[in-house]
């Protein structure tokens, strides 16, 4: 058995909430990226890019967030409001991960939308190896048109999922997985 076996066993997503500093530096950011870019890419496409929400841009995110928001729900509380201002400060780190499937002579989209997957995943699987957290979410605002245009994605590129980066404040608990007699079959049994 390597040691990459116990660490795929032991990986967690951990609730942004429960995410705490420090942030991981400059370097481990690269790390991070460059593992998340190490994925099944058919073409050499590189369909996917990541968008950083580090420091007081997690803040101005929040004030997209919040403002597409109550402009939706008018009789939304102010609780509800600071919830969504406050989403992306949840974790130190926050990484967007961009799909940019497009139309391709040789390469199917769904491919390349798997390829953007993959690098959410890997995103992820680095963090943990590094000894951080991570949950991947995508929400409301993932799909919200206003929301995209303000994160600068063109027609053709989509949100694969935000990827929330910490240390984790306590210990994560494992949930329930999938039996493998319940989504396993074998072909010509």
Known sequence: MTDALPLLTTRRS????????????????????????????????????????????????????????????PDATADQIEFERNRFTRAPLVIGVVSRAAPHAKIPEWEQV???GAAAMN??????????AGSWITEWY?????????????????IAGFVHVGRPARPPEDR??????EIVTRYGA
């Open 123 to 132: 995103l992820l699987t680095a963090a943990h190896a590094m000894g951080f």
């Open 176 to 181: 329930p997985r999938p039996v493998l007699s």
């Open 114 to 116: 798997l390829s953007a």
């Open 14 to 73: 951990v609730k942004p909430i429960e995410l705490i500093g420090p942030a991981p530096t400059e370097a481990e950011i690269e790390t991070l990226l460059t593992i998340a870019s190490r994925v099944p890419d058919h073409g050499k496409l590189a369909p996917w890019r990541f968008i950083l929400f580090e420091g007081d841009a997690r803040k101005q995110i929040g004030e997209t967030l919040a403002a597409a928001f109550t402009a939706d729900r």
């Open 142 to 158: 993932a799909y919200d048109p206003r929301i995209l245009k303000a994160l600068g994605l063109g027609d053709n590129e989509r």
